[in-house]
């Protein structure tokens, strides 16, 4: 026992180890955003925000980034909502119609957990080839595409997880009541409502900040996106072109537009939480 | 009851059909890439393609282990920074935090998890670049311009927290506590008890945690892209530029066009970080599923 001095400083070390590892890596958060703030403050306007750019935007001139503000918000709107008509069904299907345990449920799952972890820029570059292979240019729809493809695991995978925690009693019930499959699936939704929003909210998230898969099949406009075969800005685009420009400046607006992009993440990322903690009281 | 019966196959399927759709696009994506890849392999051999040293598309020179090495070593210093940290802070919020402050931690990782790569870019080129010119380099007696796989490795390495972190966490919360009050009354420190037994027990979980964060790293585009320097040439040290895969990808994709190969070549390199990053998904995958099964 002579060396229990020892085992108890050697615990208090890891103590102190393991809390400084807890806060630089919480810290680290707080850096991102803060240095985010910091230096997109002095440079946010309404100008920025609510006006497409004009003439000699790109040397410093008038105008701002509401056509990378609505591009991203068209894309990243169509897409979730594509991801998530097709994403529910499937959803659905894996846990109501297919057997608990068998091979087609858990291979579908794992491989929408290996989806799930694939790159955007893989993504890009094969949908980038298929429009060069059917001659489509680079548009607002090769955009909607590709990121559909990237957000339908995370609508899947999400309500799938939401599923799993319904009480095998209420599917019981309503089937001892004599509805079909689908109208259990029907009552299930209802029960869920909430954690589908968070589905939807995780879904639009991605969606919004991706830049690789946009990068390669969106393109970039200054005009404001009118028609869906037409390249748009989008918001992440428009931070990094401006961000390697040589000019103050426009480099200036691209930490406006990081700071405007943060807010809307930040947003998304609050609302999720509030409905996932709805969802845990929610009962029907 | 004949119509609600019809609505129900109806619904049947079609979700059985978009399911069996969008689980195609896995093959599809295999079969696209390996045909547009396939006019570089016909011409030039794999092993040549990977240990080639020269990258100059224009003399048809395809070498890829520039982008291979840059790729290793930005994952490799973010995980020498993340392994650890992610290891140490995942147990103390299992085993010694409060409840209360496990709450309000793991939540902030859904933050860092939901904030879009270029915005991590935008603070490697604000905060890792300069800090790196700056301070870090100066101490090894370097001059640089802090553009280098040391940036991308941080940045990266800050990337990957949420993902090791709540799967540590869930990992470690499956320990059964007999195990540890096991131990714990045969007089071992609470520490002793981590080590020996909870980690101990933990490997496989852990593991798998930290491979998928490596997958992550290695597919990780744009946030490495704007803090790498991207010169192709092979990195001799933590303060030399790099030029990832993905980054290769999307760099090149607007102008391959003209020059023949070039096409083929970058198919190849989506090809291979498909491939990587497919297979180290399903392994650690499977591990976690098999564990989530025994818990």
């Known amino acids: ?284 | 009851m004949k119509l609600r019966l019809l609505k129900d196959s109806i619904a049947k399927n079609l979700s059985r059909s978009l399911l069996i759709i969008s689980l195609s696009v896995v093959v599809l994506i295999i079969i696209g890439l390996a045909l547009k890849a396939s006019p570089l392999l016909d011409s030039v051999n794999l092993f040549s393609i990977l240990t080639e040293k020269v990258w100059s598309p224009q003399k048809g020179n395809f070498g890829f282990l520039p982008f291979i090495m840059g790729t290793l070593w930005v994952t490799f210093i973010s995980l020498i920074i993340s392994v650890p940290l992610c290891i140490l802070a995942a147990t103390y919020l299992v085993e010694y935090a409060s409840d209360r402050l496990r709450k309000s931690v793991l939540p902030l990782m859904n933050v860092l998890a939901a904030i879009p790569p270029v915005l991590y870019g935008v603070w490697g080129v604000l905060f890792v670049v300069p800090l790196i010119s700056e301070w870090i380099a100066p101490i090894f007696n370097v001059s640089t311009t802090g553009y280098s796989v040391l940036a991308g490795g941080i940045v990266l390495a800050v990337m990957i927290f949420p993902i090791m972190i709540s799967i540590m966490v869930e990992v470690l919360k499956t320990i059964p506590n007999e195990l540890k009050a096991a131990s714990l009354s045969l007089g071992a420190t609470k520490w002793e008890t981590i080590q020996k037994v909870v980690l101990r027990k933990a490997k496989p979980g852990i593991i798998a945690a930290i491979v998928l964060a490596v997958s992550r790293a290695f597919g990780e585009t744009v946030a490495v892209l704007m803090v790498c320097g991207n010169i192709p040439k092979v990195p001799q040290s933590l303060f030399d530029a790099g030029y990832p895969i993905p980054a290769l990808i999307a760099n090149n994709f607007g102008e391959m066009m003209s020059i023949p190969l070039y096409d083929a070549a970058l198919m190849f390199a989506a090809l291979l970080l498909f491939v990587i990053i497919f297979g180290f998904n399903l392994i650690s995958r499977i591990i976690l599923n098999r564990l989530e099964e025994h818990a």
Not at chain 1, 128 to 138: D, K, T
Not at chain 1, 165 to 175: E, F, G, Q, R, Y
Request: charged share 15%; proline share 4%; aromatic share 8%.
């Open chain 1, 1 to 284: 026992m002579s060396n229990i001095n020892r085992r108890l400083r050697s615990e208090k070390i890891a103590k102190i180890l393991m809390q400084i590892s807890g806060i630089s890596i919480t810290g680290s958060l707080f850096l991102i955003i803060g240095i985010i703030l910091y230096k997109g403050l002095p440079y946010i306007s309404w100008e920025m925000i609510s006006q497409s750019p004009q003439g000699g935007f790109y040397i410093g001139k008038g105008g701002g980034i509401f056509n990378a503000i609505l591009g991203s918000l068209y894309l990243a709107g169509l897409s979730t909502v594509l991801a998530t008509i097709v994403g529910i069904p499937i959803a659905l299907y894996l846990n109501m119609y297919v057997k608990k345990g068998s091979f087609l449920e858990k291979s579908s799952k794992l491989l929408f957990d290996v989806l799930f972890g694939i790159p955007s820029i893989v993504y890009g570059a094969i949908a980038f080839s298929i429009m060069v292979w059917l001659g489509i240019r680079a548009s607002l729809l090769g955009g909607v595409i590709t990121i559909t493809l990237l957000t339908i695991p995370i609508v899947v995978r999400t309500l799938d997880e939401l599923l799993k925690t319904i009480p095998i009693d209420l599917k019981n019930v309503t089937k001892s009541l004599g509805a079909t499959t689908w109208e259990t699936a029907k009552v299930l939704l209802k029960y869920i409502k909430p954690g589908i929003f968070t589905a939807i909210l995780l879904a639009f998230g991605r969606a919004i900040g991706d830049v690789a898969g946009v990068l390669l099949t969106t393109g970039f406009s200054d005009n404001l996106p009118k028609y869906i075969d037409e390249p748009a800005a989008t918001l992440p685009l428009a931070i990094f072109f401006q961000l390697s420009s040589p000019i103050p400046e426009v480099q200036g607006r691209a930490y406006a537009s990081a700071l405007v992009l943060t807010l809307i993440i930040l947003i998304i990322v609050i609302c999720t939480h509030i409905l996932a903690s709805k969802q845990k009281k929610h009962k029907i």
